[in-house]
């Protein structure tokens, strides 16, 4: 349930390319990759760097990365960038 609440919170933000051009907030793209990552074992923490025995949903991963796109498209690398920090982050976190 928390699950899909995230990924609602987070997909309207990105595909919503608004006419006045306010920032992208980057708290639901957060949010959504520590969940995606908690359902992996995000939070348990890994003891080695070859530690890989958690499972993630890599093509839930990839379609919140891909969001960027269309920004990057129409020129708002800002926009790109308040999905794309908090992904990586959060992954050099994982």
């Known amino acids: ?16 390319l608004n006419e006045a051009r306010a920032p992208l907030n980057p708290e639901p793209f957060r949010r959504r990759t520590e969940a995606l990552l ?3 074992g995000y939070k348990r923490g890994r003891r080695r760097w070859d530690e890989w025995d958690a499972s ?4 839930a991963l990839e379609e919140l990365i891909g ?5 990057l498209a ?3 690398g800002a926009d790109a960038l308040a999905i794309l920090k908090p992904v990586a982050g959060a992954l050099a976190d994982y």
Do not use: H, I, Q, Y
């Open 67 to 71: 969001a960027a796109e269309p920004f």
């Open 74 to 76: 129409v020129g708002r």
């Open 1 to 16: 349930m928390t699950r899909r609440c995230l990924w609602l919170d987070a997909k309207p933000a990105a595909t919503f």
């Open 38 to 40: 908690s359902e992996g």
């Open 56 to 59: 993630v949903d890599e093509a």
